[in-house]
DNA sequence: TTGATACTTGACCGACCGGTCATCTTTAAG
DNA sequence: CTTAAAGATGACCGGTCGGTCAAGTATCAA
């Protein structure tokens, strides 16, 4: 309770706004000034703490991929559950939190990485990695989740590794979609068939 | 041949111009001095044909929808093709087409309507509208293709509605992670497992 | 030949973009 | 109390953005 409301620190501040906006936006859409306005932030300032627009979508995407990893990721693979529950899980995270989004802004905003993903992966390699990064680690958790599931012989064996990528653009698809319709019912709708994904192991 | 090397009329150069351009880079990224350079057009010129820059990707989102539609959509769910070998096409004709892309630009572009659609869809509600009429007409020609699937008997019946949706949004995800990745070979791996996405019917 | 219409030209506009900078205030170590 | 560094301020910059416009030229019907 002490430490309520206390305003975070400059730095965050602009980090937060900037993935806000970027998120409901798009990063091309969203200047630097309005980044600061929203963030209370002088332009001075923001140059004191970023070097430049582009080293700010750096970091925010690394804070979106900590809260993700750490977030609802973290949650929905949760070793307690059992491993196909966890597919489920990840679909209906990301159907609250787009729905939320929904009813809070109107729009669905989608996913922050695959937005970013599809706008400038095609002109910055270092980004482009980057997001590459995240997505990655986000198929390694499906992939550990398969193995497991293999493991206790809940599934046939199959090619976890492809099919955990193929799970990971299947959710990423259904969200694409969902925003395009503007509504997050096509995930919930949707979502469920990524337990139905499979490639078969090659030997 | 009497016809070869015929200059198209200025408003189809800008037409395909823009096309390439947004689908290589992003719509914010392009810029209209750059569309009217790599058209051969004078700027004064371009507004005679188009009120607004935003009109233009309305033009382009129609131009590339036509093409779609009658180029390799039409070919892959050829109906002399069994349904399932026109899943397989669908892919192999996305493969390819990035593939050819990637190997002359250097950079897997993508979908130019899933592109456009994360891009412009939480700003613009008839530009979004548009996109998404593009995709249900997509996605109408996969249930199509699984109707005849499940009346010929060679898939067990489901839910083609869902299950055509489902497939379309595979096949965006699939191609979102291979732009990410820049490989098109994500596509030829990840692909083919969009014939095993199954919704059920619920009755 | 005339006149109207389609199309082209290129200079021009205000607004906004990402980014800079000199200057000021705050913080904290010694 | 001194001093140096960290942080905040806001005016300012060149460039580019989407868009306008007055003045042309090409086309074609009557």
Redesign the pocket.
């Known amino acids: 309770m002490a430490a309520m409301n206390v305003e975070p620190n ?1 730095r965050t501040r602009i980090l937060t706004s900037a993935r806000v906006l970027f998120h409901g936006r798009s990063y091309a859409d969203v ?4 980044i600061c306005d929203s963030a209370k ?5 923001f ?2 703490f970023f ?4 080293d700010l979508a750096m970091a925010v995407i690394d804070d979106m991929a900590d809260d993700w990893a750490h977030g609802f990721v973290a949650e929905a693979f949760d070793q307690n559950l059992r491993p196909i529950e966890r597919l489920d899980y990840m679909v209906d995270a990301a159907y609250y939190w787009q729905k939320a989004a929904k009813d809070i802004e109107g729009r669905m905003p989608g996913c922050l990485f695959g937005n970013l993903a599809l706008e400038i992966s095609t002109r910055d390699e270092v980004l482009r990695a980057k997001l590459n990064a995240v997505f990655n680690k986000t198929s390694s958790r499906f992939r550990e989740t398969l193995d497991q599931a293999v493991s206790l012989g809940e599934i046939a064996p199959l090619d976890t590794e492809a099919t955990a990528q193929a799970m990971l653009a299947f959710l990423e698809g259904v969200i694409l979609l969902a925003k395009t319709r503007n509504d997050p019912e096509v995930i919930r709708i949707l979502g469920p068939a990524i337990k139905t994904l499979r490639i078969e192991r090659m030997n």
């Open positions: 400059t200047g630097i000034k309005e932030v002088q332009k001075g300032s140059y004191h070097p430049s627009k582009r």
